[in-house]
């Protein structure tokens, strides 16, 4: 499945936080110092931690909060997104491992969390009795830590001992310490693999394979492992036996998955991230590891019924990209593969993600950005599948699935739909609704509508609104809108409560485009935009911008836009290309120096989306895109908000400083604001979501909707 980052209705960034690091990279430039520019007097702003900068930021979020805090309506707003945050009436998410359901879950108790489980059977019940398995709050008090969860991987099939990664305030360098999921407690004397951007997988009960920073040489220019070892139980770091290396040039952490199935068959895949969205694989054995020969931006991703499943962003043989394929897995380990298509979208669908059950593949499949979904099975005569009945104009995800057994769980939820959760029996019987997310605001005055703009080229780019029924036709509707256009992630319909509680029941109205550079459409949608080709996402944007005018649903006086990392740079260039389209513009955790952004932090990371400065063409088209070099004096631009997190490992706040430092330079009115914690995804705790949420609504608020009342 696509990760990455930001939900469609979400002011913040989620695990779909900006760039998934499940994904790869390109080629890159060989040390963390970013290229010098000319007249540049604010790179003394990219010392993240560094006393002055810090002392910067402490000086500017003291200017910024009392602007947004002491508006009368941040304080409802805080609370209605906290109280809508913590409500422990949410769904719990299931995760099905260890013959129980597994569940992180936060609230006004737990800001920071618990992990805990209860039984399948219980879990059915509307109010199940959990055991905690995991008090992060107690945890983070007892060690003096701010521990932030990043989820557990768990020896496969018996799933008894996993490795739990903890992050200190959200970065994404982790600690991973061994757990054991019969006692509930840390394993004695077990695994523990201190703080690094690091992967860990199980070969058995007393071996891993580790991909992390062993020392000097061994990461890349974003920090990213490429030196992978084998770790015996005992061992200490020093004592790991290198079982394969990658280079520094590439551009995502090397790591293994191991895909198993009911009939014993297992497959231990290695991935060596030369670029962003493809890999080398090499299939790795007790006895040495041999090259796969698959194209690069195709993955395994599922072991049913001795066929090894693929998903593909680029043509394999037969197989078209953007399909799911199979293969034998004798043929994968003798390397002769042939693969067998399972399923091919056409023109206006694509597959937003499979997951593979004891005996059955599930796939979810967007049309017309719309979900739908399918079962496909396995038999003598190949695969044949059945289509699954969920309600329609909604968006479909796979919550949870497992190899032991056919029982899946999904989710299904549509912007004014509250989320359901849905089992399913993948081997026979109708999807059945078990859990339902209690509205969480009044959508009865609603509608969505769904338009097509026409974008610069003569593309049809389609979109989403959200309004009160029956609203004048006079362009005076405040509307935010938001967008992200990048990594071949899709924006699909979603129920988001603080969105309708804090700016839908107030009569403002939201809108979704679904521009090129996502996934919505599959690979192709996604290529269309990468590198120098990439002002055709920006032309899209406005182009939906226009098209909300034309219509009237708004006009340029009443509409904000907001987008976070990848969608931050989106912000920060409409900011500067279209600066009459909009009254607000919020910038969240962005990227907006494209001339230095391989040197910060993981950019180097990102050439495979965006180019490099060390391509005479690509560094040409960048200048001419890059939001902080493109700033010009004496621009009506409106004021935007910038907000960025200090934590940040991923993009960093050195953007987000700098392009506001330049706007104070040139006279420029400008909102920042830098939080001390959460990480990439501003997801330290509750609180934090909470309190981010209500600055930038309160800022929509005053530039759409006037003073307070």
Same mark, same amino acid.
């Given at each position: 499945m696509r990760i990455m980052l930001v939900s469609a209705m979400v002011t913040l960034l989620a695990s779909t936080s900006a760039f998934a690091q499940t994904r790869a990279m390109p080629t890159i430039l060989p040390t963390t110092t970013a290229p010098m520019t000319k007249d540049d007097p604010y790179i003394w702003l990219e010392d993240k931690d560094g006393a002055k900068p810090l002392a910067w930021v402490e000086a500017e979020n003291a200017k910024t909060l009392p602007r947004l805090q002491n508006d009368p309506r941040y304080a409802t707003f805080h609370a209605e997104a906290l109280a809508i945050a913590s409500a422990?009436?949410?769904?719990?998410?299931?995760?099905?491992?260890?013959?129980?359901?597994?569940?992180?879950?936060?609230?006004?108790?737990?800001?920071?969390?618990?992990?805990r489980w209860t039984s399948e059977a219980d879990y059915a019940a509307a109010s199940p009795k959990w055991t905690v398995a995991l008090d992060l709050d107690a945890l983070g008090k007892a060690e003096g830590k701010q521990w932030v969860w990043?989820?557990?991987?768990?020896?496969?099939?018996?799933?008894?001992?996993?490795?739990?990664?903890?992050?200190?305030?959200?970065?994404?360098?982790?600690?991973?310490?061994?757990?054991?999921?019969?006692?509930?407690?840390?394993?004695?004397?077990?695994?523990?693999?201190?703080?690094?951007?690091?992967?860990?997988t199980w070969v058995d009960k007393d071996t891993l394979l580790v991909a992390r920073d062993w020392g000097p040489g061994t990461t890349t220019a974003s920090s990213y492992a490429f030196v992978m070892k084998q770790l015996k139980r005992g061992q200490p770091l020093t004592a790991a036996t290198e079982v394969y290396r990658g280079a520094a040039t590439d551009q995502g952490s090397t790591a293994a998955d191991v895909l198993t199935d009911d009939k014993g068959n297992r497959l231990v895949v290695i991935q060596r991230?030369?670029?962003?969205?493809?890999?080398?694989?090499?299939?790795?054995?007790?006895?040495?590891?041999?090259?796969?020969?698959?194209?690069?931006?195709?993955?395994?991703?599922?072991?049913?019924?001795?066929?090894?499943?693929?998903?593909?962003?680029?043509?394999?043989?037969?197989?078209?990209?953007?399909?799911?394929?199979?293969?034998?897995?004798?043929?994968?380990?003798?390397?002769?593969?042939?693969?067998?298509?399972i399923f091919a979208p056409n023109a206006r669908q694509a597959v937003d993600g499979v997951a593979g059950t004891k005996s059955k593949l599930i796939a979810v499949i967007t049309d017309n950005v719309r979900g739908r979904a399918m079962v496909f099975s396995h038999g003598v005569t190949g695969w044949t599948s059945a289509p699954l009945a969920f309600p329609d104009n909604a968006s479909i995800d796979v919550a949870s699935s497992s190899d032991r057994s056919d029982h899946a769980y999904l989710t299904v939820t549509g912007f004014l739909t509250p989320t359901s959760l849905w089992t399913l029996d993948a081997a026979g019987g109708a999807p059945k609704s078990i859990k339902t997310l209690p509205a969480k605001f009044d959508a009865s005055a609603d509608v969505v509508e769904q338009f097509e703009a026409t974008s610069t080229d003569g593309t049809k780019?389609?979109?989403?609104?959200?309004?009160?029924?029956?609203?004048a036709l006079d362009g005076t509707t405040p509307t935010i809108m938001t967008a992200y256009g990048g990594f071949e992630v899709s924006m699909t319909p979603t129920y988001s409560g603080s969105t309708g509680k804090l700016w839908l029941e107030r009569g403002g109205s939201y809108v979704l485009a679904n521009i090129r550079g996502g996934?919505?459409?599959?690979?192709?949608?996604?290529?269309?935009?990468?590198?120098?080709?990439?002002?055709?996402?920006?032309?899209? +944007? !406005?182009?939906?911008? *226009?098209?909300?005018?034309?219509?009237? $649903?708004?006009?340029?006086?009443?509409? =904000?836009?907001?987008? /976070?990392?990848?969608?931050?740079?989106?912000?920060?260039?409409?900011?500067?290309?279209?600066?009459?389209?909009?009254?607000a513009v919020t910038i969240q955790v962005p990227l907006l120096d494209m001339i230095r952004y391989e040197g910060i932090a993981a950019g180097?990371?990102?050439?495979?989306?965006?180019?490099?400065?060390?391509?005479?063409?690509?560094?040409?088209?960048?200048?001419?895109?890059?939001?902080?070099?493109?700033?010009?004096?004496?621009?009506?631009?409106?004021?935007?908000?910038?907000?960025?997190?200090?934590?940040?490992?991923?993009?960093?706040?050195?953007?987000?400083?700098? +392009? !506001?430092?330049?706007? *104070?330079?040139?006279?420029?009115?400008? $909102?920042?604001?830098?939080?001390?914690? =959460?990480?990439?995804? /501003?997801?330290?705790?509750?609180?934090?979501?909470?309190?981010?949420?209500?600055?930038?609504?309160?800022?929509?608020?005053?530039?759409?909707?006037?003073p307070a009342q």
């Open positions: 422990k009436d949410r769904i719990p998410m299931p995760d099905q491992r260890f013959g129980r359901i597994y569940n992180f879950w936060r609230d006004a108790e737990h800001p920071h969390g618990l992990w990043k989820g557990a991987t768990c020896l496969q099939p018996e799933e008894r001992l996993c490795l739990v990664a903890l992050s200190e305030g959200g970065e994404d360098a982790v600690t991973y310490r061994e757990f054991d999921l019969s006692t509930g407690q840390f394993v004695a004397n077990g695994f523990l693999l201190p703080k690094s951007k690091q992967s860990a991230r030369s670029t962003f969205f493809g890999a080398d694989k090499l299939l790795w054995t007790p006895t040495g590891i041999k090259p796969l020969a698959l194209p690069q931006r195709t993955f395994p991703v599922a072991l049913i019924d001795g066929q090894v499943i693929f998903s593909t962003s680029e043509p394999w043989g037969k197989v078209p990209a953007g399909a799911i394929a199979s293969v034998p897995i004798a043929d994968v380990e003798r390397g002769t593969m042939t693969p067998t298509v780019i389609p979109y989403f609104v959200v309004h009160k029924k029956g609203i996934g919505e459409f599959g690979p192709a949608w996604h290529d269309a935009g990468r590198k120098t080709k990439r002002q055709v996402i920006y032309d899209d +944007f !406005a182009s939906v911008a *226009k098209d909300l005018f034309a219509r009237k $649903l708004t006009s340029p006086a009443k509409l =904000g836009i907001y987008g /976070g990392s990848n969608g931050g740079l989106l912000m920060g260039v409409e900011f500067n290309q279209h600066p009459d389209l909009w009254k180097a990371s990102w050439v495979d989306e965006y180019g490099s400065v060390s391509v005479p063409a690509e560094k040409a088209f960048l200048e001419t895109i890059s939001p902080y070099q493109n700033i010009k004096k004496g621009v009506a631009y409106p004021e935007p908000y910038i907000w960025t997190t200090t934590k940040d490992d991923r993009v960093g706040p050195q953007h987000a400083r700098k +392009f !506001a430092a330049r706007l *104070k330079e040139y006279g420029l009115p400008y $909102l920042f604001y830098e939080d001390t914690a =959460g990480g990439h995804s /501003g997801d330290a705790d509750i609180a934090q979501g909470a309190r981010l949420q209500a600055l930038q609504m309160t800022y929509f608020a005053q530039k759409l909707m006037g």
